[in-house]
């Protein structure tokens, strides 16, 4: 397959690229420094792209069979902090890089779009959503991550409700709650709209696990303009 990568150089982004070119695939890396392209594949090629710039992301869709967004406001692998900053300055940039994503595939029905997003929006109990919880702030805190950050977690959410309006091939990826570097187990469990966690009631899950639930994804289609998450 012909595999685009937006947010190549990112936590997430690098271990989506690393997975797909294991598997074969050749891989479109796109990046907004392009200064960060320092992976070399013969079946790895970079770009520039400003992903809100949507006739630029449309230009670079003929010959891909699947687009995987990891979008996020600064690059989170470099300065977490900043992009922590910069989501909750702006927290629609998320919905408003879907509506660029979605208008670039008006020319391109047929490549699907995968957007990795955030878990926010998942049930963790039932008619319960961690976006719609007073405590989110403190919760955010237990897992790491600034109690402000709450802003861009309900951005994120938004970003699904945009997908939901299209009738493209997009399929969204909300991993478990806490994603971090890790083992590649290949060893996880799949849901929709719940939240997934063990036996101890964490919801978690590793970049490199969740890059393989993406590439079994871009492969196998299950999830198509629907929402899907992992845990273990």
Not at 88 to 114: C, F, G, Q
Request: hydrophobic content about 45%.
């Amino acid at each position: 397959m012909f595999i685009g990568v937006i947010g190549a150089t990112g936590s997430i982004g690098q271990r989506v690229v690393a997975e797909a070119l294991a598997r074969d695939h050749h891989v479109r890396a796109f990046t907004r420094d392009i200064a960060q392209a320092n992976a070399t594949h013969p079946n790895l090629t970079w770009a520039s792209l400003d992903i809100f710039d949507s006739a630029a992301v449309a230009a670079h869709l003929p010959g891909l069979d699947v687009l995987v967004s990891c979008y996020q406001p600064g690059n989170a692998a470099k300065d977490f902090a900043d992009t922590v900053a910069r989501s909750v300055a702006d927290p629609t940039v998320y919905a408003t890089a879907a509506r660029s994503l979605l208008t670039a595939l008006d020319t391109y029905p047929r490549t699907r779009l995968l957007v990795v997003g955030g878990a926010g929006s998942l049930e963790h109990a039932p008619g319960r959503v961690p976006a719609d919880d007073e405590d989110l702030a403190e919760s955010l805190a237990e897992l790491g991550i600034p109690g402000e950050y709450a802003v861009a977690v309900r951005g994120h959410r938004e970003a699904l409700n945009v997908l939901r309006t299209s009738n493209r091939r997009w399929t969204y990826f909300s991993p478990a709650a806490l994603i971090a570097p890790g083992e590649r187990t290949g060893r996880f469990r799949l849901g929709t709209d719940q939240q997934i966690a063990d036996a101890d009631g964490h919801s978690r899950i590793s970049m490199e696990d969740a890059a393989i639930a993406l590439l079994d994804e871009a492969e196998l289609p299950r999830f198509v303009q629907r929402r899907f998450t992992i845990g273990y």
